[in-house]
């Protein structure tokens, strides 16, 4: 089992959640618990690098999935950095990838 770490930083008017490893129900409060932390610090214009893990289930879709809603009423933003691996098909095929601007890298999800 992969180990979940997560780390967030400001850039400008946005906060970077950086994810690495597995995103799954046994971390998914964790990671829900990082993102209300970091806008609540940073405020509602969120992204996330998820472009270091390795695993991601549906309950760790959902969470993201449930950010952008409370952000959005929030008149806020949030972006992913996802590459073309299992994320990446993971959100595609749970026709979640509309939803949100998807980068490849974490500097053109900034610029």
Excluded: W
């Amino acid at each position: 089992m992969d180990v979940l770490e997560m780390t967030r930083r400001r850039h400008g008017e946005r906060v970077v959640v950086s994810l690495a490893g597995e995103v799954d129900a046994d971390n998914v409060s964790k990671v829900r618990k990082c993102f209300d932390e970091a806008v609540a610090t940073h405020g509602p214009r969120l992204v996330v690098d998820l472009s270091n893990v390795t695993f991601i289930d549906t309950t760790g879709l959902g969470v993201l999935v449930r950010q952008l809603a409370t952000l959005r009423d929030r008149d806020g933003t949030m972006a992913l950095v996802a590459t073309d691996g299992q994320v990446m098909r993971r959100l595609r095929r749970t026709n979640i990838a509309p939803l949100f601007p998807i980068y490849e890298t974490l500097s053109q999800a900034l610029d």
